[in-house]
Nanobody
Framework: QVQLVESGGGLVQAGGSLTLSCAASGRTFSSYAMGWFRQAPGKEREFVAAISFTGNTQYYTDSVKGRFAISRDNAKNTVYLQMKSLKPEDTAVYYC????????????????????WGKGTLVTVSS
């Protein structure tokens, strides 16, 4: 089992940048695929990005490609989401998620959800 705690959310102007972090507990972080999801006010939670257990493979939803980058540091048990060129429509609560997986392929299947979730961090992009 893994516990996840997000940080780094806040208020940013459109066009700005923000980096979210997710700290994971447990000694087997490097055996988990990690992901970021978001939920905007009045909308369902949606997939943003995922990264394989090694960090070798990433997968993004179309709306964030070229603007967001997911990365991980297995030595620090942390996954990051670097966000740039932010838009008001990126405003949402961002959730970190994890699922035990030791393959470097098929990340698209995680767009439907993962096993473990953090409590979220709010990102607000002002116009």
């Amino acid at each position: 089992q893994v516990q996840l705690v997000e940080s780094g959310g806040g208020l940013v102007q459109a066009g700005g940048s923000l980096t979210l972090s997710c700290a994971a507990s447990g000694r087997t972080f490097s055996s988990y695929a990690m992901g970021w999801f978001r939920q905007a006010p009045g909308k369902e939670r949606e997939f943003v990005a995922a990264i394989s257990f090694t960090g070798n493979t990433q997968y993004y939803t179309d709306s964030v490609k070229g603007r967001f980058a997911i990365s991980r540091d297995n030595a620090k048990n942390t996954v990051y989401l670097q966000m740039k060129s932010l838009k008001p429509e990126d405003t949402a609560v961002y959730y970190c998620a994890a699922e035990h997986d030791t393959t470097d392929w098929g990340l698209a299947r995680f767009r439907y959800g993962m096993d473990y979730w953090g409590k979220g961090t709010l990102v607000t992009v002002s116009s």
